[in-house]
């Protein structure tokens, strides 16, 4: 993947459950790493992603299906009964 100030990038796509996909291009990896397992947004209610240019991404918790990253699912939102 590209690089940018010394980061490994990538591009992700969040997908709700309605079936939108959201396609967010230049994000590091440690970014990645540090939202989805350290900033408890699911608790808090929205997951907000910020890449190397600035552009923000804002999505309510309760609409992400699943993020994927590097052609992979990294997460799945939790069965709605």
């Known amino acids: 993947m590209p690089t940018a100030m ?6 992700v796509e969040v997908t709700t459950r309605e079936g939108a996909v959201y396609a967010f291009p230049d994000m590091p990896h440690s970014t990645l790493e540090t939202v989805l397992q350290h900033s408890n947004w699911v608790a808090n209610g929205v997951l907000i992603l910020v890449n190397v240019s600035g552009a923000l991404l804002s999505l309510p918790a309760r609409v992400v299906d699943t993020i994927s990253w590097d052609g992979k699912v990294q997460y799945h939102g939790p069965a709605l009964y």
């Open 6 to 11: 010394g980061q490994d990038l990538t591009n």
